[in-house]
């Protein structure tokens, strides 16, 4: 890390080299359980590094406070979806991408009704291109699922929701 300065001199973009750390750091602090003092480290590294290296990593800061406990977080994964969907306020700029990797870590560990749900919240294009595997692998017959194929902006949050009865049903 002492050799930051020399990045340029590699021939890769320092914003580049960021993004693929916040993208990592953040997936990192979401698949492990963390004690109260290895938080408060990793968080005194962020922020030093931040400042050092005149980086951004506000959204592995964010993962690392909402953790899996957020509470409007809670609510989405369990079917409470509202208009501010994960967030108790403006939505960051960083807010997709730091549900794609809750999207992944979900899709990993098998947590496909919570996934639907999550999906159903994200304003990206990337749930056009998701799996949809994970849709046909869940197992109850009546499913309330987010509609993952229309998800834009100009759409009500009814209109965004689909009701199926059953998986093979899409």
């Known amino acids: 890390m002492e050799e930051w300065d020399q990045v340029d001199n590699h021939g890769a973009e320092n914003e580049e080299v960021v993004a693929a750390l916040n993208d990592a750091w953040t997936a990192a602090i979401l698949c492990a359980e963390l ?4 938080q408060v480290d990793i968080r005194i590294n962020l ?28 609510r989405v994964l369990q079917g409470e979806i509202t208009q501010r969907g994960v967030w ?43 799996p949809m595997s994970a849709v046909m692998r869940i197992a109850p017959n009546h499913l309330i699922i987010p509609s993952l194929v229309n998800n834009n902006d100009n759409q009500t949050l009814g209109e965004r929701r689909a009701w199926l009865v059953s998986p093979t049903g899409i």
């Open 35 to 38: 004690t109260s003092e290895e």
């Open 88 to 130: 108790d306020r403006e939505p960051p700029d960083y807010a997709d991408n730091l549900a794609l990797i809750r999207l992944q870590i979900l899709e990993r560990q098998q947590r496909y009704q919570e996934y639907l749900y999550l999906a159903g919240v994200v304003k990206s294009s990337w749930c056009v291109r998701s």
């Open 47 to 74: 922020e030093t590094w931040q400042d050092e290296w005149d980086a951004n990593f506000e959204m592995c800061l964010e993962a690392l406070q909402q953790g899996w406990d957020y509470l409007p977080l809670q």
